[in-house]
Each structure stands twice: as structure tokens, then as C-alpha cells.
């Protein structure tokens, strides 16, 4: 590497989380929207530039606690994004992260220093204009999320105080685009004895309370579907 060369210069990194969160059975993506420039009033994923004296995921971990004030997230690498024109200052990298959240558990700060709000958009209402190239890095953190709802360990993180079966319905049809027989669902669910009965009843959608359930940990292999 030869260290005067200028093709080494002018380059830096964005690190950038998608978070998805379940809110009364519909799926969610928590975004902010800028206060300075570029894209200054634009909504984008929470995210920014990395310092060089950090690991990516210390900066993306730092990035969204100064944009939302959320901290504790558990956040996986996902994917990188190195179009020429990411950005207009200068070549930027854009690595993504992806994490889910219990919305009634943490609390979002919603005017930080450099954001004028934030705020969770369904998945199927997100803004048509945002910042950089995040329409692209949601659907591709989109994917990823089909990828891993089969496994129903990254549902517990969405549920961690348990879910009705209509509720874990419309999440699996909401994120994987595709409908489910309500009663085949239940028996399918039912019958593969990867959850159980918590005693715990909730009402979802303004319906008689119906049964908490949870996913069981001891289980390896949870593909559902």
C-alpha cells in the first residue's frame, strides 16, 4: 500500500442499523429524519459516519444512541454498500446492521442534536424520499429479516413477554408477503411443540383476550416455514 497514493484518500464508512419492531401484530421500521446536511429534512435510517479509532460495530452501536437515545441493542452485520456516489462529500462505504426491538421497552428520543424526529413506519408506508441510498439498504435488511423469521429465536427478541397466535400470524404475513389458513396455522404451530402456554392471556385488535404464547429456548431447529 503505498500511503501517498491519492486513490487511498477522501474515503469513509457509514455505519447504519435497520430496526424492526412489532407494534400491536404490524411490523415496523424505526427511522429519523436529518437536521443537517446532505439530505437536511429527509428521513433515513439511523446512522452515520465512523470514527477511525473504533470497530464498526462500536460506531453503529454509538450512531444510533446519539440519533435515537436507544441503547442496548443487540445488532448483526448484514450487508455492504459501496456504490461510487453514495454520498456527494466524498466516497463513503456503507456497512448495515440489523437488530429487533420490543417497542413498549425502550424509549425513543425523538429531537437529538442532529435530528428534527423519529418515528416507526410500517413496512408497507415507508416515506418514497430517503436520505442516501436507504430505500435500498431497507429492502435488502428486509430480505435478511425473511431469512431469519423462519427462525423463530429472533421472534422471541420481538416478543419478549409473548405473542397471541393471530398476532405471530400477522407478522409472518407481513414480513414473508404471503397469507396464512388462521386454523392451519394454529395446528401447524401447535403441533410441532415449539411453544408453550405462558397462563398469561392479552387482547389483540380489540378481540377477547386470548393466550400468551412463547417460544421454547431448548429447541435447535424452529423453522416454522
Request: proline share 0%.
Given at each position: 500500500m503505498?500511503?501517498?497514493?491519492?486513490?487511498?484518500?477522501?474515503?469513509?464508512?457509514?455505519?447504519?442499523s435497520t430496526l424492526f419492531t412489532v407494534d400491536n401484530g404490524e411490523v415496523k421500521i424505526l427511522l429519523i429524519r436529518r437536521s443537517n446536511n446532505p439530505y437536511n429534512g429527509y428521513w433515513a435510517l439511523p446512522g452515520g459516519a465512523l470514527y477511525n479509532n473504533e470497530l464498526l460495530l462500536d460506531g453503529a452501536v454509538r450512531e444510533l444512541r446519539e440519533k435515537t437515545g436507544l441503547s442496548n441493542i443487540s445488532l448483526e452485520q448484514i450487508g455492504i454498500f459501496d456504490r461510487l456516489d453514495r454520498s456527494n462529500l466524498m466516497r463513503m462505504i456503507g456497512i448495515s446492521f440489523l437488530g429487533v426491538i420490543d417497542i413498549e421497552r425502550l424509549k425513543l428520543e425523538r429531537i437529538t442534536n442532529k435530528t428534527i424526529d423519529a418515528d416507526y413506519f410500517s413496512i408497507n408506508n415507508i416515506p418514497e424520499e430517503l436520505a442516501y441510498d436507504h430505500r435500498e439498504i431497507i429492502d435488502d435488511s428486509l430480505n435478511k429479516l425473511k431469512d431469519k423469521i423462519v427462525n423463530s429465536n429472533i421472534l422471541n427478541n420481538l416478543f419478549p413477554d409473548g405473542f397471541t397466535l393471530p398476532e405471530l400470524q400477522d407478522t409472518y404475513e407481513t414480513v414473508l408477503n404471503k397469507k396464512f389458513d388462521r386454523r392451519n396455522f394454529r395446528k401447524k404451530l401447535l403441533g410441532m411443540d415449539i411453544i408453550y402456554d405462558t397462563n398469561k392471556s392479552k387482547r389483540f385488535k380489540g378481540n377477547k383476550p386470548a393466550k400468551l404464547y412463547k417460544f421454547k429456548d431448548e429447541i435447535d431447529n424452529k423453522n416454522v416455514f
Open positions: 503505498e500511503i501517498k497514493n491519492k486513490l487511498y484518500k477522501n474515503i469513509g464508512i457509514h455505519v447504519i
